[in-house]
């Protein structure tokens, strides 16, 4: 069982930056794939980032490519989504996720076993 809390959400101004952390509970971290989800009002939860379980692998929805960025310590267990340039459209609520699947891609919902409570992300214009 692995338990995921997300921090770092919060009210930013487009143009902002913010960084978001994954706290993961449990000692085989690094036997998981990671990733990040967003849910907008009134929309669905929609894939944003994914990174391999040695963090030498890395996937980016169109809409953040160039802007986010998700990383990983294997060592210290949290992930983190550093986003950039943030824009009003950014502003959903950001879940992350673990998986434990073979192959490759996960940016499906389905991919992955674990879920965060997820954190606030506005971004005013």
């Known amino acids: 069982q692995v338990q995921l809390v997300e921090s770092g959400g919060g009210l930013v101004q487009t143009g902002g930056s913010l960084r978001l952390s994954c706290a993961a509970s449990?000692?085989?971290?690094?036997?998981?794939?990671m990733g990040w989800f967003r849910q907008a009002p009134g929309r669905e939860r929609e894939f944003v980032s994914t990174i391999s379980r040695s963090g030498r692998s890395t996937s980016y929805a169109d809409s953040v490519k160039g802007r986010f960025t998700i990383s990983r310590d294997n060592a210290k267990n949290p992930v983190y989504l550093q986003m950039n340039s943030l824009k009003p459209e950014d502003t959903a609520v950001y879940y992350c996720a673990a998986g434990s699947r073979d192959g490759s891609g996960w940016n499906s919902e389905g991919d992955y076993d674990y879920w965060g409570q997820g954190t606030q992300v506005t971004v005013s214009s």
């Open positions: 449990g000692r085989t971290f690094s036997s998981y794939y």
